[in-house]
């Protein structure tokens, strides 16, 4: 029938039976029978059923309801375009000026976009926490807060995971955004994460979204590691960082440690369990990217048009860990092996089998060692990860990015030459 011939039929029948299988929200014909004076036969499923303007026995009520409902449809389509979600941003630091991090420039690519950025320092020595002060002081949204470790602990490889709790519990915002101290947003990527938080989708809790992964100041970026990351995420109470409950083993002592995860996975509190998530990646981009390093060039090209693509479309960041290389080749022989051996509960004797860079002890490997061996790498490979030692028969690909780095880096790209 028309619809105007189903009313005309609706006003002279005794009743309408409406038994729809799944939700049915609010059902224009139910509406319309009850109005034409209709007994009614109709199920749960008809979602609107108990509400109070649809119950009364006064149709003056319901017809009111009605009448009103244009008004706050439109008001509600007016308030879901003019709404901008409060986004916070946060990160921790720990003797970030001695490390030469680019933490300065990070903080300041999440005021680019942020409504608050909170930074939780775990007991800088060097002058960072004076910083953080200082710059406080000039910038409200800026909010330091200092949560001391122990960094002598059998387990301190764990607080990584803790302090981006700490930090993420003390936000406030609709969203929240995530970075490492080492990495940076591209300001033309400010407006993309505002937008996306605008129209982050219903069902999912977790993006992950683009990260380009230098290796080395001549701009090669990784195909060996994952181009993503978890980045921008609903701020629900249940979500914390940590260890995953599928992947926690304790010692003799009883004490935490991880079968594999890095000690900084997103999980729900409450059951420990990681946090499904939303991604960009497609099984295009990953096979491509496999395939590249076991040498195929056109998948490599492929994949860097691919990457170029994304990088384009969605904000990111720009993570600068490998970008100078002597200087992470010094954390591996004065940090990480000790991080590694904490996390995983491994002994980590200083021998030559646990050197993956020297065929020697870290103890009898010089600084002039080091410098060459950062040059070689610079320049024969284009990314390594280090579960075995380096192979430089075997240099791994990389590629470009078309996009200049954000401008923020330009002075201290020139700084950490």
Not at 20 to 33: F, L, N, S
Not at 134 to 150: C, I, N
Not at 232 to 244: A, D, Q, S
Not at 300 to 317: I, K
Request: glycine share 6%.
């Amino acid at each position: 029938m028309s619809p105007g011939d189903f009313l005309t039929k609706l006003s002279t029948s005794e009743g309408l039976v409406y038994l729809p299988k799944g939700g049915d929200t609010c059902p224009r014909m139910v509406i319309e029978a009850k109005l034409l004076g209709c007994k009614l036969h109709i199920n749960d499923n008809v979602e609107h059923a108990n509400e109070e303007w649809f119950t009364s026995e006064d149709l003056l009520d319901t017809e009111s309801y009605l009448y009103a409902a244009r008004e706050t449809f439109w008001n509600g389509i007016r308030s879901a375009m003019d709404w901008e979600p409060k986004i916070s941003g946060y990160t921790q630091t720990r003797n970030c000026i001695e490390q030469r991090y680019p933490w300065i420039e990070s903080i300041n690519s999440l005021l680019g976009f942020c409504d608050e950025v909170v930074v939780v320092d775990g007991g800088s020595t060097d002058g960072t926490w004076e910083k953080l002060q200082e710059l406080a002081a000039d910038e409200p949204r800026l909010k330091p807060f200092q949560h001391m470790r122990d960094w002598n602990d059998k387990r301190f490889a764990l607080f990584n995971g803790q302090q981006k709790a700490v930090a993420r519990e003390k936000c406030t915002g609709d969203f929240c955004w995530q970075v490492d101290i080492d990495e940076v947003v591209h300001e033309e990527d400010y407006a993309k994460v505002r937008n996306l938080a605008k129209n982050f989708p219903r069902e999912i809790e977790i993006l992950a979204l683009p990260v380009i992964e230098f290796w080395g100041r001549e701009g090669k970026v990784r195909v060996d590691v994952n181009p993503w990351k978890w980045r921008l995420t609903r701020n629900n109470p249940r979500i914390t960082h940590g260890v995953p409950v599928n992947q926690r083993l304790y010692d003799a002592d009883g004490t935490m440690y991880s079968a594999g995860s890095d000690g900084d996975d997103y999980i729900y509190r409450d059951t420990g369990d990681n946090v499904p998530f939303a991604t960009f990646m497609t099984n295009e981009g990953e096979i491509s990217r496999q395939h590249a390093l076991q040498g195929n060039e056109d998948a490599r090209a492929y994949y860097e048009a691919w990457l170029n693509a994304a990088t384009e479309q969605l904000p990111g960041v720009y993570h600068y860990s490998w970008y100078d290389l002597e200087r992470k080749v010094h954390t591996y022989k004065n940090f990480w092996s000790k991080h590694w051996a904490s996390l995983y509960n491994k002994t980590q004797n200083d021998v030559a089998e646990n050197n993956m860079f020297f065929d020697k002890p870290w103890a009898e490997v010089t600084d002039g060692e080091i410098r060459d061996i950062a040059a070689k790498m610079e320049s024969e490979m284009g990314g390594w990860i280090f579960h075995q030692r380096i192979d430089f028969s075997k240099p791994t690909p990389h590629v470009k990015i078309k996009r200049e780095q954000p401008a923020s880096m330009l002075d201290w790209r020139e700084r950490s030459k």
